[in-house]
Structure formats: C-alpha cells, structure tokens
C-alpha cells in the first residue's frame, strides 16, 4: 500500500509540476485577494479581522484549489486506476497531495499578509501549530468532498455547497485558538481548541477511509 | 395492535397540548408563561436529531446491502427532519424575542441550528444533481454520513467551549436547577417522546407513500 501511494503521488506531483494549472491558478488567486483586502483595509488595526480576513481568504483559495482534484480521474482513468490499486491508496494519496498543496497556499498567504498588513501574531509558534492542524482537516474534508462532488454533474458549485457548512466547526476552532495566538496565550490556554482541531483531524481521515470505497466502486 | 405507538402519540400530544397550555407553571422572571414553550422548543430538536441519527443508521445499511428501499427511508427521514428542524427554529426565534429581546442572535446553539439546516439542505441539492437512482443512493448516503458525524462533534463539543445565551450555559441557571419542577416534568417528558413519535409517524407515511410511487413507476 505504501508502494502505491508513492507511486500515486510521484504521478500527481509531475503532472502538476509539468502543467502547473492548479498552483498557479492559486497563486494569482491568493495574491489578488490579499491585494484587494489591502486596498481595502490598509493597515488593519484589530487582531480578530486580520484572522477572520486570513482565514476566509484561505477558505475560500483552498476551495478553489481542491475543486479539481479528482478531474483527472474522470471516466475512463478511473477504471485504469481501479485495476491497479486500492481505493485506500488512492485517497490517501490525494489527501496527503492536497494537503501539501494547501500547506504552501496557506505559507503563501500568510507571507503576503505579514507583507502588506502587519504581523499581529505574538504566540506564533502556536499559531502555527494551529495553522498546520487546521489546514490538514481543511484538506481532509475537501478531498472527500470533492470526491463526492465530482462523481455528479455540477461540480465546482457543488463543492463549495457541501464543504462550507462541513467546514464550519473547523474554521470556528481555528479561529478562536488564532485568537487567543495573537494575543499571546500560550499551550495551557489553547490545548481545547488544538485537540478539538486534532480531534476534527483524526474523524475526516478515519471517515474518509472508511468511506471512499464506496465512492470508488459506484 | 401493531400500530400502538401511533395511538400513543396521539394521547401524549394531547395531553401536551392541553396539559401545556393549562397545568401550573412556576413564575419566573422575564420568562413568565412563556415557558410553556419548552414542551415545544425543546422536543423539535430531540425529534430533529433523532431523525437524522436514524436516517444515518439506513444510510449505512445502505452503503452495505445496496437496497433503494434503505435510501428513500434515509431520505424521507432526513426530509421530515427538516420540517423538525424549521418548526424548532420558528419556536426559538418567537421565544428569543419575547425573552432575549432579538429574533435572532449570535448564539453557538443557533449557528449550530443554521449549519444543520444548511448540511441537510445541501444533500438535498446533491442528490438533485444525479439521475440515476443507484448512484445517487450511494453517493448521498456517504455524504450524509460524514455530515451527521461531524455536525454531532459540532454541536457536541463547541457549545461547551464558549457562552451561549441559552439555560444552563454560559453561567445561566439550566432549567433541571430549580424551574423545571415537578409540574413541568410531567408534561415535558411526555411531550419529548410525543413529538418524536410524530416526527418517526409522518416520515413512515412518507416512506410508504415513496414505495406506492415507485410501484406505479415500474
């Protein structure tokens, strides 16, 4: 199984390091967004819209950026692929891509924000911890949703229908412990919200696991 | 006597509505007779997330035998728990502003009541958007399950973690402390098992009312 994932993701890196689509497409998103919020606010002065402003912005981007993840595995490669491996290797090697995927979109967004806007993080080490947790079950729950979705006719709105309110809990922890980051909190004040996000974690990849089968066999 | 529990619902409502509105309530503040509200409020929600929960169970069953019969009852479900859903929402909204003074505030129990209302909508859309029955049998029924999974972590464990208007949170006084008092026992557990009876009566009407229709179909 380890083989296979490899494998899969060796294959989805090189297609996208040879096509560049989705990463670019991000990269201009992110840095327009960003730009536009800029202009907007200038300086933001308050701690909560700067990470309510982050966070959304990194929602929304890393909406965009799943949308597409299972397009390459449209119709007929989808037999190919069947043959070959486990459905088990197949979302776990998406996971793990888009997780990376994200992971560089979010370091990306939060560069241009310290760029343009300040950095009002005081605990950051923490907020990173934050960050990353959050970003993984961000990644987690758009892989099998985009798997849902792109098994129907209108997949790109759909997306966005399913993941949104699915996304909530997660987006409402992180932004409470970003919070309390960039007030400088530290570990004894924020352990709720980091194993909530850990906790989220743990429910989409075990769900997606258990789950993806069945998507797979339909 | 196989249909007992329907008779059983109808004496509990009964008696919920004329033990509701005429048995003695104990005074209170701000709430006064408005508190015969909770023999409807409270129950919608019990009778909501029952549904969906059972709902859930079929969506399973689903997923491992491949019946249709297990999706249109998942299905029917998931529709009578919306009625459920929208009734409980009325309900509050009336009583938050005869107690709390708006029709609607930023509560974490009434977020969580508007992203449970948005996930079930959204699987309706999603199953609107495939035609054929098998797939989507299995394609909604793996997304209702990870839904339900993460909205049960959603209003499980954030409401604890910050302040809610609502009794028994946030520093107010719960209702089991010393208002809800022996009277009010009386009526409000008969009242809970009532509504949910209802709530499993009409989607079993729905249910059967499905299988006629797909029996003139074919």
Not at chain 2, 197 to 216: E, S, T, V
Request: hydrophobic share 55%; glycine share 6%.
């Amino acid at each position: 199984m380890l083989n296979e994932i490899t494998t899969l993701l060796k294959k989805d890196f090189t297609s996208e390091f040879r096509q560049k689509a989705t990463l670019n497409g991000i990269l201009l998103y992110v840095a327009s967004t960003v730009f536009i919020a800029y202009q907007v606010f200038n300086a933001i002065e308050e701690l909560t819209t700067w990470i309510a402003l982050f966070w959304i912005i990194l929602v929304f981007a890393s909406t965009n950026a799943s949308i597409n993840s299972f397009k390459a595995e449209s119709s007929q490669a989808y037999y190919y692929y069947y043959s070959l491996c486990s459905a088990s290797s197949i979302i776990f090697s998406k996971l793990i891509f888009n997780a990376s995927l994200l992971l560089v979109t979010a370091g990306l967004t939060f560069g241009l924000f310290v760029l343009l806007m300040g950095n009002p993080i005081e605990n950051s080490i923490l907020f990173s911890l934050v960050l990353l947790l959050g970003i993984l079950a961000i990644a987690s729950t758009l892989t099998l949703v985009s798997a849902i979705a792109s098994k129907t006719n209108n997949n790109s709105t759909l997306t966005a229908i399913l993941s949104f309110p699915i996304l909530l809990p997660v987006l409402l922890t992180a932004i409470k412990a970003s919070v309390l980051c960039g007030l400088g909190f530290g570990w004894e004040d924020c352990v709720v919200y980091v194993s909530t996000l850990g906790l989220l974690n743990l429910l989409t990849i075990a769900l997606s696991y258990v789950l993806f089968p069945y998507l797979w066999r339909s | 006597m196989r249909n007992w529990w329907k008779a059983l619902a109808v004496i509990l409502l009964l008696f919920t509505l004329i033990g509701g509105f005429l048995i003695e309530v104990p005074k209170q503040v701000i709430l006064y007779e408005s508190i015969r509200n909770l023999y409807f409020h409270v129950p919608m929600w019990f009778s909501m997330i029952l549904l969906f929960f059972v709902s859930t169970i079929y969506s399973v069953k689903n997923l491992s035998s491949g019946k249709i019969v297990d999706d249109t009852k998942a299905v029917e479900l998931v529709n009578t728990g919306i009625v459920f859903g929208i009734l409980g929402t009325i309900t509050g909204s009336i009583w938050a502003k005869f107690t709390w003074g708006a029709w609607w505030t930023n509560d974490v129990k009434l977020n969580g009541s508007a992203i449970t209302m948005l996930i079930y909508l959204a699987y309706m859309v999603l199953r609107g958007s495939m035609d054929d029955e098998q797939k989507r049998a299995r394609i909604s029924a793996v997304y209702n399950i990870f839904a339900f999974v993460l909205l049960i972590v959603f209003i499980g464990i954030l409401p604890r973690m910050t302040d809610s208007l609502h009794p028994g949170n946030g520093g107010n006084p719960g209702f089991n402390n010393y208002d809800l008092d022996n009277n009010m026992k009386l009526v409000f557990y008969p009242a809970v098992i009532g509504w949910v009876l209802l709530g499993f009566w009409i989607a079993n009407i729905r249910i059967r009312l499905n299988k006629i229709k797909q029996q003139l179909i074919y």
